[in-house]
C-alpha cells in the first residue's frame, strides 16, 4: 500500500477521537516519558492499536500518542518513540511524526538522551541542537512520488533559529545554562567506542545519540518548524574512566527530567 494511503488511515483511526488540531508535535527520548506530566491529557492513543504504527521497545519509551494542551498550546505527545536499533526500517521511524503533520501539527519539539562529547559539558546539562550529523547509515527518504520528495532536500536551516532564540531568551528567564551543539545520530544499539568520541569530536559534535536525525528528516521535508533539545545523561566512551549503561541513562534522565519539563513548558508558553 502507498506511504499516503497507510498515512490518511492513520489519520482516520486517530482524527475522530480529537476535538481539535494538534498545533505541535513532541517526542519524548529515553527516560524523559515523564514530561508527558505536562500535557492536560484531553486523549490517549496506543501504538498497537494505529494502523501501520510499529510498537517501541526500548526501555523507557512507552508507546502511545497523548494529545492534549501545554503551555496553552494544542499538543500531540510521542510519548516514546520508534528506534532503527529496534529492527525498524528507517521510513517506520518517521510514520508517526508524518501521522501528526497529517493531522496538522506544524511544529516538532524533538528531545533525547545523549552522551557528551564536548568536553565542556557535564552529566545532567541540556544541549539546543543547532545541527546535526546523519551517521546512522541510512536515510528515512528517498527520492520519488511515495515520499513526496522530487528533489534534494535543503538541510540548511533544519533547527528555526526563530525556535531557538526563543529557547535561549526563555533558558536566560529560567536561570538556565543552556548548552548548544551539534547532535551526531548513530545507528546503535551498541555504545560508540572511545575512538570513535574521539573522531566525532574531531567532527564537531558535541553529543551522540540513536535516534532524532530520521524524524527532523522527515519533517524537515513537511516544511515543519523545528526545534530539539539533548539531555546529557551520560558522558561519551572515554571521556570518563568507567563503563557505559543503558540504565545510567534511563536514571540520570528521570532525575535531570524537571530541568528539561521546565524548558519545554516554558518555551511552548512563549510560542
Not at 499538543?75 to 536499533?85: D, E, I, N, T
Not at 545523549?114 to 546535526?132: R, S
Not at 535543503?154 to 532564540?165: A, C, G, I, P
Request: glycine residues 12%; proline residues 4%; hydrophobic residues 45%.
Amino acid at each position: 500500500m502507498a506511504l499516503q494511503d497507510r498515512i490518511n488511515e492513520a489519520v482516520a483511526f486517530i482524527q475522530p477521537q480529537l476535538s481539535e488540531v494538534p498545533d505541535y508535535a513532541i517526542v519524548l527520548g529515553s527516560g524523559l516519558s515523564g514530561l508527558a506530566e505536562l500535557v492536560d491529557v484531553q486523549v490517549i492513543v496506543d501504538y498497537k492499536d494505529i494502523p501501520y504504527f510499529k510498537t517501541s521497545g526500548a526501555p523507557g519509551h512507552v508507546g502511545r500518542l497523548l494529545f492534549g494542551h501545554v503551555g496553552g498550546k494544542s499538543v500531540a505527545c510521542m510519548q516514546g518513540r520508534l528506534h532503527f536499533y529496534e529492527g525498524n526500517k528507517p521510513e517506520d521511524t518517521v510514520f508517526p511524526l508524518q501521522v501528526l503533520n497529517a493531522l496538522g501539527a506544524q511544529t516538532l519539539v524533538v528531545t533525547n538522551a545523549a552522551g557528551g562529547i564536548n568536553l565542556g559539558f557535564e552529566v545532567g546539562d541540556i544541549m539546543l541542537i543547532t545541527d546535526h550529523i546523519n551517521f546512522t547509515g541510512a536515510h528515512p527518504l528517498t527520492i520519488g512520488d511515495e515520499q513526496g520528495l522530487h528533489d534534494f532536500l535543503d538541510m540548511t536551516y533544519t533547527y528555526s533559529r526563530n525556535l531557538q532564540d526563543v529557547a535561549r531568551q526563555v533558558a536566560v528567564d529560567q536561570g538556565l545554562n543552556l548548552r548548544e551543539g551539534v547532535y551526531l545520530g548513530v545507528r546503535g544499539p551498541s555504545f560508540e567506542t572511545p575512538a570513535e568520541i574521539r573522531a566525532f569530536r574531531v567532527w564537531g559534535a558535541d553529543a551522540v545519540g540513536m535516534s532524532t536525525v530520521f524524524e527532523v528528516l522527515a519533517a524537515n521535508l513537511a516544511g515543519m518548524q523545528i526545534l530539539g533539545f539533548s539531555l546529557i545523561t551520560n558522558m561519551a566512551a572515554g571521556v570518563l574512566d568507567q563503563p557505559l549503561s543503558g540504565e545510567e541513562v534511563i536514571e540520570t534522565a528521570a532525575f535531570a527530567a524537571g530541568k528539561m519539563q521546565k524548558l519545554v513548558l516554558g518555551v511552548l508558553a512563549a510560542l
